[in-house]
């Protein structure tokens, strides 16, 4: 059982910054992908970023690449996402995922094992 919060989200003019934290409790943390994903009123929950279990493996969807970069520390069971260059397109919830041992880095939410209760990023324009 792993469980997840995430931190960091809030309110920034376009073209600014965030870095969301995501802290894990629970074993094996290593051991596990993690993924973001993120949720705008009256749209399905979407890919963002995804880091390997090993860290060396990393995705992105099209539309952060080059502007997002995920990471993890493993010895704070801590994943980040670092957001820069933000545009009001990216106002969402987002959300911190597990995933255990996979063979590939997983887009899909339904693969993904556990979930935190997500942290609100609203860019103005």
């Known amino acids: 059982q792993v469980q997840l919060v995430e931190s960091g989200g809030g309110l920034v003019q376009a073209g600014g910054s965030l870095r969301l934290s995501c802290v894990a409790s629970?074993?094996?943390?290593?051991?596990?992908?993690m993924g973001w994903f993120r949720q705008a009123p009256g749209k399905e929950r979407e890919f963002v970023a995804a880091i390997g279990w090993s860290g060396g493996d990393t995705d992105y969807a099209d539309s952060v690449k080059a502007r997002f970069s995920i990471s993890r520390d493993d010895a704070r069971k801590m994943v980040y996402l670092q957001m820069n260059s933000l545009e009001p397109e990216d106002t969402a919830g987002y959300y911190c995922a597990a995933d255990y041992l996979p063979w590939t880095l997983p887009r899909n939410p339904s693969e993904y094992d556990f979930w935190g209760q997500g942290t609100q990023v609203t860019v103005s324009s």
């Open positions: 629970g074993r094996a943390f290593g051991n596990y992908a």
